[in-house]
């Protein structure tokens, strides 16, 4: 099979939502589908004519676009909004090889066919998404899902006479993989996602609930920077933690809740 006649039989047609039985009903929903199949043919016909081995991952796709539209509820069903659709698809081929980024553009196109969440999409959804990494997606999954759950804090390096200290590690969050090695990466990826306006973070501010803290002196991370200070023998400076608080912005909840 040539790579051309694998993208049209591909997108002759996109699933809709299989309940929908009547017939008053089902030339428009037909419609909406060989739309989207147009949309998608335009998007992914360059890869295919160039001959671009992503035959899996676009099928991939196009099965996660069709899985999330027959979620949506039969009364619920509308037609998805063209400035949202066109730009995902057309975003979506440069981020056709990462799982948790592709599944965000599915997730999107079906938000917007959705009449209870259609309201919440935006058409900057589309270049959040393509300013996001993979551990980007994957921490703004995890802080969504621990909303108003876990603190964050800078681990400080304060000296003894009290006179001052420093910030050593910047906003400390207990992501699952962070550790010693790595937490630059996540401390980068909190500054990104609030850069984009998903989360806020905000010293001088804290969680009412100190348990959200007391975990975090308990982890492992801060557990090593423990260990560095007592095993320098010279160490003029005390470890400390400046606590502070975080939280999604009304724009992150819309995001997640259309895109994850």
């Known amino acids: 099979m040539s790579d051309g ?3 049209s039989d591909l997108v002759k047609s996109i699933k809709v939502p299989a309940d929908i039985t009547k017939a008053a009903l089902e030339p428009p929903a ?25 035959e899996a991952e676009i099928s991939k796709f196009k ?13 619920q069903f509308i037609e998805p909004q063209l400035n949202i659709v066109g730009p995902a698809l057309e975003a979506s ?7 948790n980024i592709r599944v965000m553009f599915a997730k ?19 270049e959040i998404i ?17 909303n108003g759950k876990v603190g964050i804090v800078d681990i400080r390096l304060n ?18 993989d962070i550790n010693y090695n790595n937490h630059n990466l996540y401390s980068s990826t909190i500054d990104n996602l609030v850069r984009l306006g998903l989360i806020e973070v905000e010293s001088g501010t804290t969680f009412v609930n100190k348990t959200f803290y007391e975990s975090l002196n308990d982890h492992p991370l801060y557990k090593t920077c423990e260990a560095i200070i007592h095993n320098s023998p010279n160490e003029t400076r005390t470890l400390g933690v400046s ?17 994850l």
């Open 159 to 176: 000296l003894q006479n009290g006179t001052g200290g420093h910030t050593w590690i910047k906003n400390f969050i207990p992501f699952p």
């Open 130 to 146: 393509k300013q996001l990494s993979p551990m980007d997606a994957s921490s703004f999954n995890f802080l969504y899902k621990n």
């Open 63 to 75: 099965e996660e676009i069709e899985n999330e539209l027959i979620k949506i509820p039969v009364e």
């Open 108 to 126: 999107l196109i079906a938000s917007s066919a959705n009449s209870s969440t259609s309201d919440r999409t935006h058409t900057a959804f589309v």
């Open 5 to 7: 006649n694998f993208l």
């Open 243 to 259: 606590e502070k608080f975080w939280g999604m912005t009304h724009f992150g909840i819309n995001f997640a809740t259309c895109c």
């Open 93 to 99: 081929k440069y981020y056709i090889e990462d799982d």
């Open 30 to 54: 037909k419609q909406i589908g060989q739309g989207l199949g147009d949309l998608f043919y335009i998007a992914f016909s360059p890869i295919a004519k160039a001959k671009i081995k992503k």
